[in-house]
Structure formats: C-alpha cells, structure tokens
C-alpha cells in the first residue's frame, strides 16, 4: 500500500507555540503511519524529529530579503522533486508563498494552517498564499481567512493545539528543577511561558508589575518567568528591580527552555495563553489566561467557548482593570489547596476530552485527503448525497449518523457530501463538502468517487416536485456513465404519482448495484416500478444507531424547559394541515395539558418551515412551550423526557422511538404511515382528518400503560438498531468489491 508523505514547511523549529504544533503534528502523523519530511531554517527541535525518524531539510525560510527567499524556493524546489510528497503542508507566510510556487510548478498539491492572523497591509499580501484547503486553529482564525482571502467557509478546516497528554501530565518528579531553580522548598510557584517578544509576552510584563505587592502580600509566592526573544533583557531588569526592593529573589527568569512539560508540573498557577495555557492545563494546574491580545482570567468551563473561538489567545476580550491579573492571583493565592486542585482537574478533564494530538492529527489527515481527491491525485471513497444543509434537524443527523458509521466501519475512508451550502450545515469534520447546485463540482466530485450514496430521505418522490426527482435521477445516471458503484442507503421510496415519472424512476432504479430500505412498503412500490435488478434489503432509518449503548446520548438539562412532565408535539406546514385543523390541535393540547398535568413542548424540525404554524399553536395554547434555536442532540433530549410525541416531522417519530417513547402519528405523507406499521404502532391519523376524540383517546391509552408502551419500544429499538448497523456493513463490502452479505 502506498505510504502517503507530507511535507512540512515551516520558518524554523526554534521555541515557539506554532513550533511545538508542528512537531506534535509531524510525530502523531508518522505514528499513524504517514511519511513526514521537514523543511524550515532548523532549530532546537531538530534532534527530536529525527529520533521519531522525521528527516529535515534546512532552508532559511525565516528571513524575508530577496537573497533569502530566493535561495529557500531553490532549496524547497529540490526537495519536493528529490522527496516526490503527496502534500505539502505550510505553516507561515514565507513557506506558504515560496510553497505555492514550487507547488505548481511540480504538481503538488499544498495546503496550510493559519496560525495566527497575519498583517494584509502593502504587499504582505501577495505574499500570502493558502492554497485549495487551509486548516486554522480558532474559529476566529477561520473567520479571518474566510473574510480577508475570500477562502469558502468550506474550505477552511478548524482543528486544535493538540497536547501530549502522556508528556503534559500531573505527577512528574521535579525536586532537582525546583533545586536547578533555586527555590524553596515550600515555595508556591507561578509560572508563565511565551516568547519573550514584545507583541508575545504581556503576561511576563504583567507579572514583573504586580510582583512587588503579590510577593509581599504572599512571601512564599515564586514566579518563573519562562522564554527568550528581544524583551527578554527588558523583562529582566524590571525583574532585578523588583527582587531588589524584595530584598530576596522572587522572580527567576530562565531564558528559552525546551522541558516545559517539567515546569508546568512544578508550578502551582500558570499565567498565559494558547498552547502553553493547554499545556498547563494537562498538567492539572489552575490557568489564567492573560496576553497581549486579550484576557479571560481564571479558566472554567463557562469560559469555554470564548476559548474556543480564540484558541485560548483571548484575542479582543479586553482586561477588565489594570489590576485584574493582581487580583485574580491574590484571590487563587488564598484559596485552599483542595480548591486549587480541583480547577487543575478540570483543565486536564477538558485537554483530555477535546485537545489530543490525535484529534489534531486527524483534522490533517481529512484535509490532506481532501486536496488530494480534488486535485485527482485521489478518488473519493464515498460521494454521499441527499437532503442536506436545509437546517432540518432529521436529515442533519441522519447525515451525521451515515458518515460516522462509514468511518466506523472502514477507517480513514474519504467522503464528499453534496449539501446546499457548504457554510449552512452540520458540523462534518471528516467528509468534504461539495455545493449540490454548482453542477460542474457536482460532475468533478462524482467521476472522483467509487460509491455513490443516496443517504437516507424519501428522495425518489415526486410528492415536492418532478424538478427534484430529475435531479436526483440524473445524479444516478451520472454515476452510472462513470461507472461508480450505486446504493440507495436506508432511504423510502414514493409516493411517486405521475405515469411518466414512475417509468423514469423505474428505468433508472433498476441499475442501482444495492438498495436498503427504511421499511418494508417501499420495497413493495419498488417492484411495482419494475425494479428487479439490484439485491434490496429492508434495514432501518441511520438515525437509530444513534440509540446504541455507548452512542445514546447522555442526558442533559436543556435550558428554557419547564420542571414537571411534558409531551412533545411536532408540526410542519402542509396544505391540509388548515385553520379547522389547527383549532383541533388546539383543543387536544389544552384538554391534555389540563387532563394529566403536561407541559405542552412544540418543536419545530425544520425551523425554516415549520416555525409559522408552531407559533400559531404556541399562541393558542396558554403554558406551551417553543424552544428554538435547538441543536439535534437537544431535540432528542428533551424528547427523550416526554410522555409521549404527536408528530408529522419523521423523525420526531423516529427519534421518540428509539428513545422508547410513545407516538401518535399525524400522516401527512405515506412515509410517516409505513414507519408505523412497520414498528407496530396502530396510532395515526390523516392530516386532513384529524379528529378531537380520536386524538384524545389515543393519548389516554398511552397514559394509562406508559411504562408498558415504554418496555415495549424499548425492544422493537433494540431490533431497529441491528437493522440500522446493517446499512454501513453493506456500504463496506460495496467499496470492496464484494456482493453484500
């Protein structure tokens, strides 16, 4: 098998924030079995990438002048064509510029991570190349590129400072750093590291300022001031100054330092930002965050997203006060131990949960996969299509259901997803992303794959329009002249009503390679449009994988609900759903909410669509509930509480089902009617015939025997979810070639 090499770019491997990512990055890739090779001006971190067996190529890529520049392209030139990588993999201005060229020049393709947000001024940024794909680490760093380079949202990857959690952990010995340092044995240490630069070591600054009064107010308090650059010696006569007026030496300033992992551990407080806080932070040590772009203060969980969104830099979150930094380490200083190291565990709990070098590795990985299949160095695995990016909540997850278990079931597979909009879709880090609408993409990404998915939906109907059943059809015969393998992949069939578009459908349906079907009245209606080709299994909808054991989704307070019982109603618009209707509903809900003490909760699937009409019953019906805004684990949650579900939407069905809870169906197209036979359930009614009576005594049903409803779901689910695994095992053995089983 061909062994895919990367080629790194960088200025240098000196000491550094970026640095430390870049090696992380090289040594988790060639752990994962990828080929790395290094090219920048070298460094401290040379030896340590050539004991993992990373070779290095030195070019002076740090320096800007023309002769410089000039002598790294030729450098960089000669090892792309002696080293022949898949990728090339940037990392700053200078090798990203010198990059692109001798990028086209060979044919290779280049992608490249942001960093930090460059200056756009002058010329700077013509020499500001980012290639097809860029990764970036913050979300604020991808909004940077996408709003300063006219980069696709879809094009820019958000991926993290992975940490070594075995390197960065608690418990290491640091008695002889502690005596290297000079300090006592109970001293209490505070710790900071940057580079000692003038644009990178605010906190350094910070701590030299309010060291005088923090140190005489806490005279055990050590602060270690870590890091070299061209502060450096003005740090350290501020430093000398105030251990002068101490009279004893409570700043200890240690130049650039390579054993950072030893440090974090030794301390009791760390003051920073970016991936010298994350690393502190794997370390179990309290962090404040505090630099020149920003402040947050003391970390905790309710900080996280404003973390996130800055990658821990703070950036443009002002300091509350000039003595915010004083008073927050004052107030630290004197809690008690315990305290201090419970914020420390919560740190690590959080590196551990979100900031692995696995995680960053892997981010790489799907970007290199992505530049490499739309370079067509690479094909596509799976090219899955359906109704995706339209903010409905059933088929964003059914989406995210189908490409987690491709991933599950063949590792590394590399999928393209066609949506509505790259930007206005569910987060998908490992598939790319192609606008279903910018036809020429579609056909490149298509003749670029092996297996065509229609994933999920009743996409073969002509119930929304024969426009969107054309499409879809034409999807298929493009697969087909390109010879890709075809599934249709837990999906409904129909209702399809014109003559004309039943023997399209039936014509093209029948050269389909395996079709599995959410339930069996499909299966039917493909026999009855002379569908005898294709080998067709009755499985389940993808969503129901999401209710295995280690899969089911934890339960979690949503905010906005009410205490006390609820039931779950779910509404879309639909021409028969009329105002006689919606007075019924009304009735119903007021009459269940009185009856059994329910709060009434309406959710509306498809926000776009459905919010109209839910706020219309929302309004008319007084202690009801709208939460908007939802996310679909949310959805799920909240109804996994209810007694019971009145639904329209799918799956508001399917979702209660697998969550064991009780449904009564409104039909208002023969999918929601086939679901329900198919599990058994006999409670359902049109749309257009809904009735005040029938509704009620359906309901009391439930409430009379809940828990008996409930054990039975319980075990239909567990059948349904079996099914469901199926349709990723069949998808495997269509990419290999072989007839499913």
Not at 427 to 444: I, Y
Request: some cysteine.
């Amino acid at each position: 098998m061909h062994q895919t090499k990367i080629l790194m770019t960088t200025m240098g491997l000196g000491l550094g924030g970026a640095e430390t990512h870049i090696v992380e990055l090289s040594k988790e890739l060639a752990r994962k079995g990828y080929e790395i090779v290094v090219c920048s001006n070298g460094g401290v971190y040379v030896d340590e990438l050539e004991r993992h067996g990373i070779r290095h190529y030195q070019a002076p890529m740090h320096v800007r002048s023309v002769p410089a520049m000039v002598k790294s392209f030729f450098r960089l030139l000669s090892v792309i064509r002696r080293e022949r990588p898949d990728v090339v993999h940037a990392h700053a201005r200078i090798p990203g510029f010198l990059s692109s060229i001798a990028c086209a020049l060979t044919g290779t393709p280049m992608v490249t991570t942001a960093h930090f947000n460059f200056k756009t001024t002058g010329g700077l940024r013509f020499l500001t190349r980012w290639g097809k794909k860029s990764i970036a680490v913050s979300e604020d760093l991808k909004k940077y590129l996408t709003s300063n380079y006219n980069l696709h949202p879809s094009d820019v990857r958000v991926t993290v400072n992975g940490i070594n959690t075995g390197t960065f952990c608690p418990g290491q010995p640091v008695d002889d750093l502690r005596a290297e340092l000079g300090l006592p044995a109970d001293a209490r240490v505070i710790l900071t590291v940057s580079r000692m630069d003038y644009n990178a070591c605010k906190s350094a600054f910070l701590l030299v300022d309010c060291a005088e009064e923090l140190c005489r107010a806490h005279p055990d308090v050590r602060i270690v001031i870590v890091g070299s650059g061209d502060a450096l010696e003005d740090v350290r006569e501020r430093a000398e100054a105030v251990n002068r007026r101490l009279g004893e030496r409570h700043l200890i300033l240690t130049g650039g330092r390579t054993d950072i992992s030893r440090l974090a551990a030794l301390c009791d407080i760390f003051v920073g930002v970016s991936r010298a806080a994350l690393e502190a932070m794997s370390c179990a040590k309290p962090v404040v965050l505090a630099g020149n772009q920003g402040y947050l203060g003391l970390y905790t969980e309710d900080k996280l997203p404003d973390c996130v969104a800055t990658n821990f830099t703070c950036r443009d979150i002002p300091y509350p006060s000039e003595r915010a930094l004083l008073e927050e380490l004052d107030a630290l200083l004197a809690r008690p131990v315990q305290e201090l190291e419970r914020l420390g565990a919560v740190g690590r709990e959080r590196v551990l949960a979100s900031y692995s070098v696995s995680r960053m590795a892997d981010d790489a990985i799907y970007t290199y996969r992505d530049i490499l299949c739309l370079s067509g160095k690479r094909k596509y695995d799976y090219i899955v299509c359906g109704y995706y990016g339209y903010a409905n909540a059933g088929d964003d997850t059914m989406l995210s259901c189908l490409v987690e278990n491709l991933n599950r079931h063949r590792p590394g597979v590399s999928i393209c997803v066609l949506v509505r909009d790259p930007e206005t879709r569910v987060d998908l880090r490992v598939a790319s992303l192609v606008n279903r609408f910018h036809l020429f993409k579609v056909r490149k990404a298509i003749r670029n794959s092996r297996v065509l998915i229609f994933g999920g939906g009743n996409l073969i109907q002509d119930a929304t329009s024969t426009k969107s059943l054309l499409y879809y059809l034409a999807l298929l015969r493009l697969a087909y002249r390109y010879g890709l393998r075809t599934m249709l992949y837990a999906n409904g069939i129909g209702p399809i009503t014109k003559p004309k578009n039943r023997r399209r459908a039936g014509q093209v349906l029948d050269r389909l390679d395996l079709v599995t079907l959410r339930e069996p009245n499909s299966a039917q209606f493909l026999k009855e449009l002379g569908v005898t080709h294709p080998r067709v299994e009755v499985t389940a909808d993808e969503v129901f994988t999401l209710f295995e054991g280690d899969r089911r989704a934890a339960d979690a307070p949503v905010s906005g609900l009410p205490e006390g019982d609820i039931f779950v109603v779910s509404l879309r618009e639909w021409p028969t759903l009329d105002a006689e209707c919606l007075a019924k509903l009304t009735i119903v809900l007021k009459n269940l909410s009185y009856t059994y003490s329910l709060t009434p909760v309406i959710l509306a699937l498809h926000e776009s669509t459905d919010l109209e009409i839910s706020k219309l019953l929302h309004e008319n019906v007084p202690g009801s509930v709208l939460p908007t805004g939802l996310s679909s684990q949310e959805i799920m949650q909240i109804i996994a509480r209810s007694q019971f579900v009145i639904g329209m939407r799918l799956h508001s069905l399917i979702f209660a089902t697998g969550a064991g809870v009780p449904t009564i169906g409104i039909v208002y197209d023969p999918k929601v009617s086939d679901f329900l036979e198919y599990i058994g359930v006999s409670r359902f009614l049109p749309c257009e015939q809904i009735d005040t009576g029938e509704l009620l005594r359906m309901a009391a049903d439930i409430m009379s025997r809940r828990a008996e409803l409930g054990r039975e779901l319980g075990e239909r689910s567990r059948a349904l979810i079996a099914d469901a695994a199926l349709n990723a095992v069949y998808a495997a053995q269509l990419l290999d070639g072989e007839e499913p089983s």
